[in-house]
């Protein structure tokens, strides 16, 4: 299995890191903009972010300090990642940001 493959993998098992990333691919984002955007809690939204950017799938825009006001973006990576994930149908209704 390739980088991409295991990427999108282990993006799909968790639907907080599926939705994170399609939001992000829209244009970077700060938590509460994510939030209203998903209705996701802070708490899922911070322990997805921080393992998509473990995997290089999403940036932090800012200071690794900055507390409030965290700017994410989507990687190159990432939006592999999420192109392969649409193309193979990883993305159903219930994985898909937007169509809930």
């Known amino acids: ?8 993998s282990f993006v799909v098992r968790s639907p907080h890191r599926t939705t994170i990333l399609q939001r992000l691919a829209e244009g970077a984002a700060i938590p509460a903009q ?3 955007d998903t209705d996701l809690e802070y708490s899922r939204i911070t322990e ?4 998509l ?7 932090l825009l800012v200071d690794e300090d900055t507390k409030r006001g965290r700017l994410y973006s989507i990687t190159e990576q990432g939006e592999e990642v999420l192109e392969f994930m649409d ?10 940001y937007g169509r809930r």
């Not at 299995?1 to 999108?8: H, I, S, Y």
């Not at 997805?48 to 393992?51: E, I, M, S």
């Open 34 to 36: 994510i939030r209203e």
């Open 48 to 51: 997805a972010a921080n393992k």
């Open 1 to 8: 299995m390739g980088q991409v493959e295991d990427d999108a």
């Open 53 to 59: 950017r473990d995997r290089d799938l999403i940036d």
């Open 87 to 96: 193309e193979n149908g990883m993305l159903d209704d219930e994985n898909r």
